[in-house]
């Protein structure tokens, strides 16, 4: 049996990785400043050569800004990092099941949210979202840019702007999982069409009347839905 010959990790990586964790955990706040190459070698007890790469690797990836005079600052995380699309062209069964995971965690909150703070002009967009989803029967294309566009309202109407981001960071892979189950089964099946209708209604309408545990109530049952329907599907092929 032959084995890989362990690497060992660079002084400078170990203190990048230290350092960026760090960041990301929010120990480090946007804009405050680091302590200087001198105090951060004395910290760590390792050379300023050895901070100062690891300082350059992290501007690298965007997450300090180096000023010369000033000092090193940390940059805004961009959380929109965390969330890219699935895939290319194709979404595996268990890529689709792990994305209704998160889901059902950001959009049953983001129903809640979005009932508590949404204004008239937000519960417009999404009341135009529904009327678009209604005259798109038998339209997967038109279909599913409505289903999109009436979530994305949702998220944008819950007040916290990192929702908003990830949401639409996340609008191609929700896309292609909409058109997908409309393809499967919801387009396919009058019942099921009115089904989906019928339950982007009951958010809605939680959504307009401000009570935010039935928005959210009526949005995970949602979501619960359209996956089963995929499970389903998929357990038939």
Known sequence: MAFKQVQTKKISEVIREQLEEMIRKGDFK????????????KEF???????REALSALRAVGLITIRQGEGTFINKFDFSELIAPVADTFISKQEMLELFEVRKILEAGAAKLAAENRTDGQLAEMKSALVEMDAAEGNQDLGEKADVKFHLAI????????????MHQMAETLGKTMYESR?????ADQEQFHRLQVEHQAIFEAVSSRDGEEAERAMLEHLRNVEQTLIDFHGNQ
Do not use: H, T
């Open 30 to 41: 946007p804009g405050e400043r680091l302590d200087s190459v001198e105090k951060l070698a």
């Open 45 to 51: 007890n390792v050379s300023r050569s050895a901070v």
């Open 155 to 166: 998220a944008g109407s819950s007040g916290n702007n990192l929702l908003k981001d990830m």
């Open 183 to 187: 393809r499967i089964a919801l387009f």
